[in-house]
């Protein structure tokens, strides 16, 4: 998707944007967020968590509901059973935002 001089990956599903993908550094939460961004800024955020999923590892807070954070492919003998922030901690300093995943944000009820 053109979006200015850059581009976007979106995903439609039944006709709906299901996802968006930012790849580039250029795209930027309020405070300054996106790719190229350290691991250490993100486990700054309130109730940062890690998971997993298609391959990768991913960060998201209750801060910025709906974008989840892709980190550089973490080198650990085996992965862990949960991503707490302990075991965050320990990936190196040099983890950084690769893409950043834009679903939506659900309102609490």
Known sequence: VAFGADT???EVVDGHV???TLRRARFRTADSLGVGVPIGRL???PGIHGMTGEGALYLASPVHCGLSFRITDPVL?????E???AVLERLPA???VTAVLIFGCQAAS
């Not at 003998?77 to 059973?81: C, H, K, W």
Request: proline fraction near 10%.
């Open 8 to 10: 976007v990956e979106a």
């Open 18 to 20: 299901w996802r968006i």
């Open 43 to 45: 486990l700054s955020l």
């Open 77 to 81: 003998d085996s992965p862990p059973a």
């Open 83 to 85: 991503w707490t922030t």
């Open 94 to 96: 040099t983890s950084v």
